[in-house]
Structure formats: structure tokens, C-alpha cells
């Protein structure tokens, strides 16, 4: 009351919703009629920009969890539920060109695991999926189904270009190998498999690519042993 008795009195006032201040108002030069008036002011901008906040951060986490829920924690690329969700819009893109289907499995990860420990299997994963994901393709998709299970489709003008796909992934995977120096080596087999997009079935597709990856693998140990 003696502020008020005062010519110019001032008034500093927290903005809080649900007990947590967010901000202060400052009040100068008011009427004693107006100042009866400032803490309902406060209340209602306390409760409109808190009830923003609300909804702001509400918007945040569903989304986060929405991005959370498609994608690979590991490797940042979609995970099975992400890739078959986004697969519809990449094959409308395609219309009347091929649509690629590779296959891909991580080389000899269990005995990288069990000699060098999971977090080097885990960088190899990761590897490969940045492999897969700066092939010089404008429409894609990535994916890792699980454990070493890694697949890409991808939107070709012809089915020649399969080669361009394997090549572009190997020599990524090369020149990890020289400049890290591992004493593990970040390889996968890759199986390919090219049809028309007004033809092109996931399922079978999948069928199909895995096959020509598993006989590459066979080839590759045998060359080994």
C-alpha cells in the first residue's frame, strides 16, 4: 500500500503455470482502480501461454515417439515397420521405371562379436547403413530388419544399374576399411534383384534378393576356405 501512495509505482509479477514460473510481467504507471485488476491479468496470461506449453511440448513427444517408432535405434535408417510404411509412396514415385531390391547381411559378424565384442559388430552394422544410404540414388529406402538383416529398395531407370548399387556400396565399405584400420573388416554380401514398378511385389522381391545373397555368401567362404 505504500508503493501505491507512491507517484509512479512499479509491479513485477511471475508468470507461472502448475507451480513452475516461465517469465515476469513488469506494470508501471497504473491507477490504483487498475491495479486491482493486475493479478487476474497475470492468472489469464499464466494460463494461456502455460496451456501453449502444454500443447507444444505434447506435439514434441508425439512426434518424437512417432520417429522413435519407425526408425533403427542403432543405425538411424527405418527400422521394418518404418520401411514397409514409407514403401507405398516410393513405389508411386517410381511409375513406370524398375524398382531395385537388394539384400544385404553383415560378413562373418558373429566371429567379430565373439573376438572383438559387440561394440565392434555394432560399428560395422552402422557402417553399412551409411554405405546404403549415400549410394547416388535419388529415391530410396533403407532398412534394417534386425540384427544383420539390412534391405534397400530403390528407384532405377534400368536394370543395369544394379552394378552401379553393388559398386557404390562396396567401395564405401573399402575405403572405411583403409582409413579406420580395424583389425575387423566392415563387409557384407549383397543380393540384387530388378523388376518393372508396375510389377514389382515386395514379398516376392525380398524372396528373390535374399537368394542371390545367400549363394554370393556361399560364394565368398568358399573362395576362402
Known amino acids: 500500500e505504500a508503493r501505491m501512495q507512491q507517484e509512479d509505482p512499479i509491479l513485477f509479477n511471475a508468470l507461472n503455470y502448475l507451480g513452475k514460473p516461465f517469465g515476469y510481467l513488469y506494470f508501471g504507471s497504473f491507477s490504483p ?14 494460463n494461456a501461454f502455460g496451456t501453449y506449453r502444454v500443447i507444444k511440448n505434447l ?28 514403401l507405398p509412396e516410393l513405389m508411386e514415385k517410381a511409375g513406370g ?21 559387440h561394440a565392434a559388430g555394432d560399428f560395422i552394422i552402422k557402417k553399412i547403413a551409411q554405405a546404403m544410404e549415400q549410394v547416388p540414388f535419388e529415391e530410396k529406402l533403407c532398412g534394417r530388419f534386425g540384427g544383420d538383416e539390412m534391405v534397400m529398395c530403390v528407384v532405377a531407370d534400368t536394370v543395369a544399374e544394379e552394378s552401379l548399387l553393388k559398386d557404390r556400396i562396396e567401395k564405401y565399405l573399402d575405403d572405411v576399411n583403409r582409413k579406420e584400420e580395424k583389425p575387423y573388416a566392415a563387409e557384407a554380401s549383397i543380393g540384387i534383384v530388378t523388376v518393372k514398378a508396375d510389377v514389382f511385389d515386395i514379398t516376392v522381391a525380398l524372396k528373390r534378393s535374399d537368394q542371390i545373397m545367400y549363394e554370393n555368401k556361399a560364394r565368398k567362404k568358399a573362395g576362402r576356405s
Request: net charge neutral; glycine share 4%.
Open 33 to 46: 482502480e487498475e491495479y486491482t485488476k493486475i493479478l487476474q491479468y497475470v492468472k489469464t496470461l499464466s
Open 59 to 86: 506435439k514434441y513427444t508425439a512426434a518424437s515417439i512417432e520417429e522413435m517408432s519407425r526408425l533403427d535405434h542403432l543405425t538411424g535408417i527405418l527400422n521394418r515397420t518404418g520401411f514397409y510404411a514409407a
Open 97 to 117: 521405371k524398375y524398382i531395385m531390391t537388394a539384400s544385404l547381411d553383415v560378413d562373418n559378424l558373429k566371429k567379430t562379436n565373439d573376438q572383438y565384442g
